[in-house]
């Protein structure tokens, strides 16, 4: 059976010296996502307001970087310099993504505040509009040449706490209520004032988020 939660992602290289491309796809269930690069830097270097925000935490995942060893070009029939960057290839009709707040190699958690949307747009993260030679088209998008891929937020996991310990608490929006809940353990309250949204945008140690994909419903 699939999974509402199953896309693909590809791993696109490409030669340096003669363009050649190779693409690889797996599949995900849920996307893991740094929030910083190899040097510690987010994104472009740019945070704004002192917050990082999911969309750069996406470039990052998808930024191009040229591997430090030296690939096989079929081409060019020897090791060559070769670029790689990851890219959407196919979305689920629900996007869990974690962001990886657990530094095992530093031994501590990074507790960063993350600015993530209400609703986000996917359609910059495809690898048919990212310029990849993906023999993927996304088959419930539109022939425009960038259409919109819209998710609208529904659930957060939040980590309070240490790399060591702490504890996970859960916001939940009930559809039909267009309002907002926080799950502590046994206890299930209003998130916030109004229908809860601003408060849940605005948590603690957002650590899991959860979208699912407009105008298609889940039961198909």
């Known amino acids: 059976m699939k999974s509402i939660f199953e896309g693909k992602l590809s791993s696109i290289c490409t030669c340096e010296e003669c363009g050649n491309k190779r693409v690889q796809s797996d599949p995900f269930l849920n996307v893991s996502l740094p929030l910083s ?45 070769t670029k790689k960057r990851m890219s959407f290839s196919k979305l689920p009709k629900v996007m869990c993504i974690h962001l990886k707040r657990f530094d095992a190699v530093n031994n501590k958690k990074i507790s960063d505040p993350v600015k993530f949307p209400r609703i986000l747009d996917m359609s910059s993260y495809i690898s048919h509009w990212r310029g990849s030679d993906s023999d993927f088209v996304d088959e419930n998008a539109s022939n425009t040449d960038h259409p919109s891929i819209l998710y609208d937020l529904f659930g957060t996991v939040n980590h309070i706490g240490s790399l060591h310990q702490g504890h996970y608490k859960a916001n939940v929006k009930i559809q039909h209520e267009n309002h907002w809940y926080r799950c502590n353990d046994e206890s299930v309250y209003h998130a916030g004032s109004g229908n809860g949204e601003s408060a849940v945008l605005n948590s603690e140690g957002a650590y899991m988020l959860f979208y699912s994909r407009q105008k298609l419903s889940l039961n198909t």
């Open 37 to 81: 690069d190899e040097n510690g830097h987010s994104g472009d270097g740019v945070v704004q307001d002192d917050f990082l925000s999911l969309e750069v935490c996406l470039e990052l995942l998808c930024k191009a970087e040229t591997l430090m060893s030296p690939v096989y070009c079929r081409l060019c029939k020897k090791k060559t310099k």
